[in-house]
Structures are given as structure tokens and as C-alpha cells.
């Protein structure tokens, strides 16, 4: 069976910026913005996007491309016969308990999509905007039905394949997205009041900068990048042999990082302008954002705007992590695409049914304090993911030969390397050596002791 491949560099930067551009750009980062005092937020998380995102997922780029093979085997396909291999059931596991609970939020999303065409936030007062989210989530059936319907959008890509599916949706999903978000941005900037939204965004108060600040930008990076989730390892394992790796994950980053601060300067100031608090979390999208949305000229409008491309960013993300366990079932378990996304699609339904019913009917079942959703979310970004970085870059940085990793960094075959090329493979190589393991364990320890 020939391994399908993106066909252009357009097409694989969309498709990797669109694994990094989902509901972490906007539903989790304005909420972030807001908790960590705004711009002196972006400074340190573009800080730390510098000195550990980017080699992190160089490491990710450089195992992918090199295996030509799905995250569960990229670290055994190059070096069989030792333990590194066992990071293949990090990689498996948690883009699909990911891709479980994630699903159940694209639902959410689906549903306010609904609500918004259907008028629902203009004609109801904060009160009982306030009271929806709880309903939804609440409901024994409604939202696994959304999840459902969000899991087959999602099932019927994948199974169109890597080129047809991924590719040509990225190509057309990335561009839309992005003019929806710059859209509100602007209309937003119009806004009475929001002058104060934009300027608690871009005037930095370092008195807010802690070492809690850099801690909870890390691990956004994590979060908002799909880094340490087997992710960029299966998507870079259908990357051309000759690209350079480098221009890809700056080209991603960018992306992801543009986007992240045009949906904060849409969100944060629509809350300024219409007197509404900004420290509501992750209820800031489905709760308070519609109350502003009620209060606004063509609000009605506008929220069926955003909401669209809220589910526009949940889907490309989804497709990502839905990707991950289907090339592994196709390549490992020989099976065709299409039985590979149906058993994904059953398995993913059946975890994400307790998952949504956490909100209800199973809220009294805990794991450590907490419902099923958010032990999922909380044990895979403060234990797993970090765990999972950490051996990737200890496997490049230490175990596999440096011209190996300086060949895939650079697709060079033929060509003699130029000043420049060698002095940053220097200092990548120190980054992945040094920097990056001692910032993934300081999150890990974040994650134990917060």
C-alpha cells in the first residue's frame, strides 16, 4: 500500500497550522489573556514559544519525516531496540482521549452555531444566556447528539484521506477562518469602549509577569500547538523529503500565534465595550461573550459569524486528532481508511458519551475532585503531554545521530551546509538538549504541585 503524502507546501503549512489553530486560540487564549494580565501575557508566551515550542516541535518534525511512519511507530521504526519505543503508547493515547472530550466541546459549538442562526442570544436577557450554557451541558441527550454529529463532520474528512480530506479542507478552512476572525477583529475595534479591550492587550504590565506567568504559558504552548501529542509526528510523516523543517514549523507557529492574538483583539475588547467581566474562564466564550453579543448593533449577526468560525477552528483541530489513531490502525493494524475512521468514530463516541454526561448524570462519579471531562483535560495537559515532549527531545537531542537530525531539519542531500545553517543547528541542538528538557520538567512539576 503506497503511504499518501501532502501533495504542496501550501498545502502541509495549512494543514499543520490547522492542527495548531483550534478552540486553544480561541477559547482557551482569551481566557488566558484575561487571567494572566493581558500583554504581558503574549510577551512571555511568545518568549516561550521561542525557547520551547519551536524545538519541541522540530523534534516532532525531525522523528515524523525521518520514520515515515504513525506516531505510535516513528520512535521504533528508528530505533527498534531499545525503550524509547514505549513513547508510541503516549502518542496513540493521548490524541484519542483528546479527541474524546474535545469532540463533546465541537458539539457545544454546534449548538451555539444554531442558537445564533436562530436568533436565540438576541431575544433573551443575560440571565438566561447565563442559564443556557448549564441547560446544554446538563441535558442527558442533546449533547451527545452534537457530539455525535460533530464526530461524523469530522469521521467523513479523514476517511476522504491525506490529500482529498485533510489537505483540500485545510486549504479551504484555514483561509475562511482567518478573514472571519480578522473580520471581528475590525468590527470590534469599532466598538464604543473597546479602545480599553485593545489597550489591556497590547500594553504590558510586567508587574503581572510572575513565575506562575511563564508556567501557564508553556503549557498553553503545548496545548495551542499540539505539541507532545503524536500530532506534527504523523502530519510531518507526510511532508516532502527535501523541505526545509525549519521554514515549516516558523511558517506554523506564525500562523498560530497571528491567529491567537487577532481572536484575543475580536474577544477581549467586545467585553470591554459592553461593560462585561473577562476573568469567567473557560465559560468566558459560551457565556459571556453571547450576553455582549445581545448587547451589540447586528449582534445577531455577528455571533453567527463567530460562532461559525469557532466551529471552523474545533474541526481543523479535530481532524489532527482524529488522524493519529486512524493512520496507526491503517498502517499497524492493516486496515482500510474507512473501517480504520469507523472504529475511531465508535470508539471516541463511546468514551466522549461519559465524558458529556460528566456534566449530569455522572457527576458524581470523580477522579481526584474532579468529573470525567476534567480529569481527562487536566491529567493529558499537566502530566501527558509534558511527558510526552520530554522524551521526544531527549530521543533527538541524545539518541539519534546529529547528521541524521541535521539532514531532516534541512532536507539537505547533495548541497554543503552554510554558515548560517550550521550556527543554528548549534543552537537548536543545545535548545533540544538543554533548554527544552529543563522548561518541559518545570511544567510537569506545575502540573503536580498547583
Request: charged share 15%; aromatic share 14%; proline share 4%.
Given at each position: 500500500m503506497?503511504?499518501?503524502?501532502?501533495?504542496?507546501?501550501?498545502?502541509?503549512?495549512?494543514?499543520?497550522?490547522?492542527?495548531?489553530v483550534?478552540?486553544?486560540n480561541?477559547?482557551?487564549?482569551?481566557?488566558?489573556?484575561s487571567e494572566?494580565?493581558?500583554?504581558?501575557?503574549?510577551?512571555?508566551?511568545i518568549?516561550?514559544?521561542?525557547?520551547?515550542?519551536?524545538?519541541?516541535?522540530?523534534?516532532?518534525?525531525?522523528?515524523?519525516?525521518?520514520?515515515?511512519?504513525?506516531?505510535?511507530?516513528a520512535?521504533?521504526?528508528?530505533?527498534?531496540?531499545?525503550?524509547w519505543k514505549?513513547?508510541?503508547?503516549?502518542?496513540?493515547?493521548?490524541p484519542?482521549?483528546?479527541?474524546?472530550?474535545y469532540?463533546?466541546?465541537?458539539?457545544?459549538t454546534?449548538?451555539y452555531?444554531?442558537?445564533?442562526?436562530?436568533?436565540q442570544?438576541?431575544?433573551?436577557?443575560?440571565?438566561?444566556?447565563?442559564?443556557?450554557?448549564?441547560?446544554?451541558v446538563s441535558?442527558?441527550?442533546r449533547?451527545?447528539?452534537?457530539?455525535?454529529?460533530?464526530l461524523l463532520?469530522?469521521?467523513?474528512?479523514?476517511?476522504?484521506?491525506?490529500?482529498?480530506?485533510?489537505e483540500?479542507?485545510?486549504?479551504?478552512?484555514?483561509?475562511?477562518?482567518?478573514?472571519?476572525?480578522?473580520?471581528?477583529?475590525?468590527?470590534?475595534?469599532?466598538?464604543?469602549?473597546?479602545?480599553?479591550?485593545?489597550?489591556?492587550l497590547?500594553?504590558?504590565?510586567?508587574?503581572?509577569?510572575?513565575?506562575?506567568?511563564?508556567?501557564?504559558?508553556?503549557?498553553?504552548?503545548?496545548?495551542?500547538?499540539?505539541?507532545g501529542?503524536?500530532?506534527?509526528?504523523?502530519?510531518?510523516?507526510?511532508?516532502?523529503?527535501?523541505s526545509?523543517?525549519?521554514?515549516?514549523?516558523?511558517?506554523?507557529?506564525?500562523?498560530?500565534?497571528?491567529?491567537?492574538?487577532?481572536?484575543?483583539s475580536?474577544?477581549?475588547?467586545?467585553?470591554?465595550?459592553?461593560g462585561?467581566?473577562?476573568?469567567?474562564?473557560?465559560?468566558?466564550?459560551?457565556?459571556?461573550?453571547?450576553?455582549?453579543?445581545?448587547?451589540?448593533?447586528?449582534?445577531g449577526?455577528?455571533?453567527?459569524?463567530?460562532?461559525?468560525?469557532?466551529l471552523?477552528?474545533?474541526?481543523?483541530?479535530?481532524?489532527?486528532?482524529?488522524?493519529?489513531?486512524?493512520?496507526?490502525?491503517?498502517?499497524?493494524?492493516?486496515?482500510?481508511r474507512?473501517?480504520?475512521?469507523?472504529?475511531?468514530?465508535?470508539?471516541?463516541?463511546?468514551?466522549?458519551?461519559?465524558?458529556?454526561?460528566?456534566?449530569?448524570?455522572?457527576?458524581?462519579?470523580?477522579?481526584?475532585?474532579?468529573?470525567l471531562?476534567?480529569?481527562?483535560?487536566?491529567?493529558?495537559?499537566?502530566?501527558?503531554?509534558?511527558?510526552?515532549?520530554?522524551?521526544?527531545?531527549?530521543f533527538?537531542?541524545w539518541?539519534?545521530e546529529?547528521?541524521t537530525?541535521?539532514?531532516?531539519?534541512y532536507?539537505?542531500?547533495?548541497?554543503?551546509?552554510?554558515?548560517?545553517?550550521?550556527i543554528?543547528?548549534d543552537?537548536?541542538?543545545?535548545?533540544?538538549?538543554?533548554?527544552?528538557?529543563?522548561?518541559?520538567?518545570?511544567?510537569?512539576?506545575?502540573?503536580?504541585f498547583?
Amino acid at each position: 500500500m503506497e503511504r499518501e503524502s501532502f501533495k504542496s507546501s501550501v498545502g502541509s503549512i495549512m494543514a499543520l497550522a490547522g492542527s495548531a489553530v483550534g478552540l486553544g486560540n480561541i477559547w482557551r487564549f482569551p481566557y488566558m489573556l484575561s487571567e494572566y494580565g493581558g500583554g504581558a501575557f503574549i510577551m512571555v508566551y511568545i518568549l516561550c514559544i521561542i525557547i520551547v515550542a519551536l524545538p519541541i516541535m522540530m523534534c516532532e518534525f525531525v522523528v515524523g519525516r525521518h520514520s515515515r511512519a504513525n506516531a505510535y511507530s516513528a520512535v521504533s521504526v528508528i530505533d527498534g531496540n531499545s525503550g524509547w519505543k514505549r513513547y508510541g503508547i503516549l502518542a496513540l493515547c493521548i490524541p484519542f482521549f483528546t479527541l474524546c472530550y474535545y469532540c463533546v466541546i465541537g458539539g457545544w459549538t454546534l449548538q451555539y452555531m444554531f442558537d445564533s442562526c436562530m436568533l436565540q442570544f438576541k431575544d433573551s436577557n443575560p440571565v438566561e444566556i447565563q442559564a443556557m450554557f448549564g441547560q446544554l451541558v446538563s441535558d442527558p441527550i442533546r449533547p451527545i447528539v452534537l457530539d455525535t454529529l460533530f464526530l461524523l463532520i469530522t469521521g467523513l474528512i479523514i476517511v476522504k484521506g491525506v490529500n482529498k480530506g485533510i489537505e483540500k479542507c485545510s486549504k479551504v478552512m484555514m483561509p475562511t477562518l482567518f478573514f472571519i476572525m480578522l473580520f471581528m477583529a475590525i468590527w470590534t475595534a469599532f466598538q464604543p469602549g473597546a479602545v480599553d479591550g485593545l489597550a489591556y492587550l497590547f500594553r504590558p504590565d510586567f508587574s503581572k509577569i510572575t513565575p506562575r506567568v511563564f508556567l501557564a504559558a508553556m503549557g498553553q504552548s503545548f496545548y495551542s500547538l499540539s505539541i507532545g501529542m503524536g500530532i506534527m509526528i504523523t502530519y510531518s510523516s507526510y511532508l516532502d523529503r527535501n523541505s526545509g523543517l525549519t521554514h515549516m514549523a516558523v511558517s506554523t507557529i506564525i500562523a498560530d500565534l497571528v491567529f491567537a492574538i487577532i481572536a484575543g483583539s475580536a474577544i477581549i475588547p467586545v467585553l470591554f465595550a459592553y461593560g462585561m467581566p473577562t476573568d469567567q474562564g473557560t465559560g468566558l466564550v459560551f457565556k459571556t461573550l453571547p450576553i455582549a453579543f445581545s448587547k451589540m448593533p447586528f449582534g445577531g449577526l455577528v455571533s453567527v459569524v463567530f460562532f461559525f468560525a469557532v466551529l471552523l477552528a474545533a474541526i481543523t483541530s479535530a481532524m489532527s486528532l482524529y488522524e493519529v489513531p486512524v493512520s496507526w490502525l491503517v498502517e499497524r493494524m492493516r486496515m482500510s481508511r474507512v473501517k480504520a475512521s469507523v472504529s475511531v468514530f465508535c470508539a471516541a463516541l463511546f468514551v466522549g458519551v461519559f465524558c458529556s454526561l460528566s456534566f449530569g448524570k455522572l457527576s458524581n462519579f470523580t477522579i481526584g475532585g474532579r468529573i470525567l471531562f476534567d480529569a481527562f483535560d487536566y491529567v493529558i495537559g499537566n502530566y501527558l503531554m509534558p511527558m510526552a515532549g520530554l522524551v521526544i527531545v531527549l530521543f533527538v537531542g541524545w539518541k539519534m545521530e546529529r547528521k541524521t537530525v541535521f539532514d531532516e531539519v534541512y532536507g539537505i542531500r547533495d548541497s554543503l551546509p552554510g554558515p548560517k545553517t550550521l550556527i543554528w543547528n548549534d543552537v537548536l541542538r543545545f535548545m533540544v538538549r538543554y533548554i527544552s528538557p529543563i522548561a518541559i520538567i518545570a511544567i510537569f512539576l506545575w502540573g503536580i504541585f498547583q
